[in-house]
């Protein structure tokens, strides 16, 4: 199955998982879980925006930071842009924040509710190169439905 074949078959299953739960962390839980079980990346999860920095919500995977300030990294750095960042290498990053050295590529994609971003879906892979616009499109859709 390719990936953006497993992406279309999950779609469903992440529609239904949120439809009609109103508590954002139990719907950030399921989704973190649904796409770590099904992709095997090293770190899936979610950053709820408190105040002014990320703060460390619902995921899968290792250990993680816990606060990450405004603009900083790649997760403090898509929710000032206001748009998903793909990083193919998270050494060439300026200001990543290295939460583990086994992270290689990255991808983060910021979660909007009534037109405000209130958190970030980040995943992190062991390889690098490993996120591209499909991963994009698809878990832009994902987190469309929180």
């Not at 508590?23 to 099904?38: E, F, G, P, Q, V």
């Not at 408190?50 to 603009?71: K, M, N, W, Y």
């Amino acid at each position: 199955m390719t990936k953006e074949e497993k992406y279309i078959s999950i779609l469903p299953q992440a529609k239904a998982l949120v439809e009609g739960e109103q508590d954002m962390i139990a719907n950030m839980a399921n989704l973190s879980a649904l796409i770590h079980r099904t992709f095997g990346f090293w770190w899936t999860g979610f950053y709820r925006v408190s105040d002014r920095e990320l703060v460390l919500g619902p995921f899968q995977g290792p250990l993680a930071c816990t606060r990450i300030p405004f603009g900083r990294g790649v997760c403090g750095s898509a929710w000032k842009a206001g748009e998903t960042i793909v990083v193919p290498d998270v050494e060439q990053f300026p200001g990543h924040i290295a939460c583990s050295s086994e992270s290689k590529s990255e991808i983060v994609v910021p979660v909007r509710r009534d037109g405000e971003i209130t958190a970030v879906l980040d995943i992190d892979s062991r390889s690098l190169s490993c996120f591209d616009d499909t991963d994009r499109k698809y878990l832009e859709l994902i987190v469309a439905q929180l």
